[in-house]
């Protein structure tokens, strides 16, 4: 079975009187053109890594932008997944972003014949309380306690499985303020797919330059933010196909 998926992340989507953040004004448009490409290349599926949009007018504003970019995702012919980010939560609740997803979780994973994938949500707060409406720092973000404890009993059937996320699990600590980028419990994590034995790659937002690291034996990414770039390019929309051994990255190994 192939199996191809598409990633983007860090749109941080300005509308045009809002606050703007490098390109982002066009990044809703490099979206479109990057799900297209997705649909060209007959991915199973994409995931969106976070940081949808910046701060709109009011919550209501903010509240219109977010949907209209998740119900823009349903015309491709393949699901998107979301990623938690930080900027979700800077307007909005996490009841508002259940809403406009149509879902009651944020951190689940799903299985294409014998490879899991696993959607985790690193916006929780070191009380472990959820972010919500601007009550979070970014530098302090998690997984909660209890889906640590989840992730580590799901991993314990040795599956071949990746996993997506916002905050990072890995980043190289020559990397500026790389401990910023990373979730508080980041170590713990590491030291569960490490034991597991059956991680093969994370793939992380956030960052948003594209990056990457053998660490411990897996494969961390970080996909690329378009708000950087001066146009609209495939490097930020990137497809991974999966090998029987490894994986390819917009074509190539990563080494
Ligand atoms: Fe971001």
New binding site residues.
């Given amino acids: 079975m192939e199996i191809r998926f598409g990633l983007f992340a860090?749109l941080?989507y300005a509308l045009p009187e809002s606050e703007n953040r490098g390109y982002s004004q066009r990044t809703f448009d490099d979206m479109k053109k990057g799900l297209a490409r997705f649909a060209e290349k007959e991915v199973s599926f994409a995931v969106c890594l976070?940081?949808i949009a910046q701060p709109a007018a009011d919550r209501d504003e903010q509240y219109r932008q977010i949907q209209t970019v998740v119900r823009t995702w349903s015309h491709y012919g393949f699901p998107v997944h979301p990623v938690m980010?930080?900027?979700e939560f800077q307007q909005l609740t996490l009841e508002d972003m259940l809403e406009i997803l149509q879902t009651d979780r944020t951190y689940y994973s799903f299985s294409l014949g014998d490879i899991r994938f696993v959607i985790l949500d690193s916006a929780y707060n070191p009380d472990d309380s959820h972010f919500s409406a601007n009550n979070f720092d970014w530098r302090y973000g998690k997984l909660s306690d209890a889906e640590v404890h989840w992730l580590k009993a799901l991993l314990a059937d040795g599956k071949r499985t990746f996993l997506f996320t916002h905050g990072n699990f890995y980043l190289d600590p020559d990397e500026y303020c790389s401990e910023w980028y990373h979730v508080l419990n980041h170590r713990e994590i590491c030291d569960i797919l490490e034991e597991s034995g059956c991680v093969e790659a994370v793939f992380q937002?956030?960052h948003?330059t594209f990056r990457h690291a053998l660490h411990r034996g897996i494969r961390f990414v970080n996909i690329p933010?378009p708000e950087r770039s001066p146009a609209y390019c495939e490097a930020d929309f990137p497809v991974v196909e999966i090998l029987d051994e490894g994986f390819l990255y917009n074509g190539e190994r990563l080494i």
């Fill in positions: 860090d941080h976070g940081d980010g930080n900027h937002g956030h948003h933010s």
